[in-house]
């Protein structure tokens, strides 16, 4: 709505109430969002202020969390490394087992008195502890420890090992070298060498040792070797020939019966045959020849 008004110097000015309204409005509602912003700011001051307490149990929450989990992750580390030092622990005792075993049989291949070298009892030590009582040990000391005793033990068996094979080659050597007799009882009846022929009378040379004993006695073998030879040869009668290696050969003449065959295996004083007078004999003995790469020696060397 327009109104003409006359001013006081009789001039007419037109008011138009309709826009002053608007401007009024409008300005009321620009006062009124601007209260409105100012009153919501100031309640989410209050309400931003009132939620910290929580923020601050769900930060505690989720550090608790991330807590535990690097917990179980060194209680995982600590039992990865409980089991390796466990089978690290075991590795080590059977070391000790498998020493312990092998020293047990050099004693007995050694020939060592009774109480002389104890294999299952620690070695006899002692004297005051003075440097191990100041320190402590870690992890990282046993560790170090563990793998000294380790490469020690290792080496202690390498050693071992080699002096085993050493000590058996030997005792395999000794067992298959002749010496002893060939009989349980009976004596010795004819040397080696020149003597006159019982048959003939003449001298003629006696390539062997006899000895005689009761009929049906056991033959026993000198030493340790393979069956080369069972059966019946001319002059010998029932005869066996045993191989022991380095060109050592026995052969045990005039059997009455050949316990062993060809190929068998046969242990230094292991009964190979029954004493008896077969072939050219006049009567029970046994006739043992030494051949040494082929040549007939003196027995009397090896079995005296």
Known sequence: MRVIVTTKDGRSRQMDFARSRARAVSAGAVLTVLVGLIGLGYAGGRMAGSTQPAEAVVAMKTDLAVQEIELAEVREE???????????????NAHVIRLDALGERLVAVAELDDGEFEFNSLPAQ?????????????????DELIDSLSRRLSDRSRQL??????LTSRQVRDAARPEGRPIRTGWLSSYYGKRTDPFTGRQ???HGVDYAGPAGSDVLAVAAGVVTFSGERFGYGEMIEISHGSGL???YGHNDQNLVQVGDT???????????????????????????????????????
């Open 78 to 92: 600590a039992q990865r490394r409980l089991t390796a030092l466990a089978a690290k622990v075991g590795e080590l």
């Open 126 to 142: 002692g004297g005051p502890d003075t440097e191990a009582m100041e320190a402590a040990v870690s992890s990282a000391d046993i």
């Open 161 to 166: 090992d080699v002096l085993e094979d050493v």
């Open 204 to 206: 003629a040379f006696h």
């Open 249 to 251: 050969v026995t052969r």
């Open 266 to 304: 046969v242990q230094k004083g292991e009964a190979i045959a029954l004493m008896g007078s077969s072939g050219r004999s006049t009567g029970p003995h046994v006739h043992l020849e030494v051949l040494k790469n082929g040549k007939k020696v003196n027995p009397l060397k090896y079995v005296r």
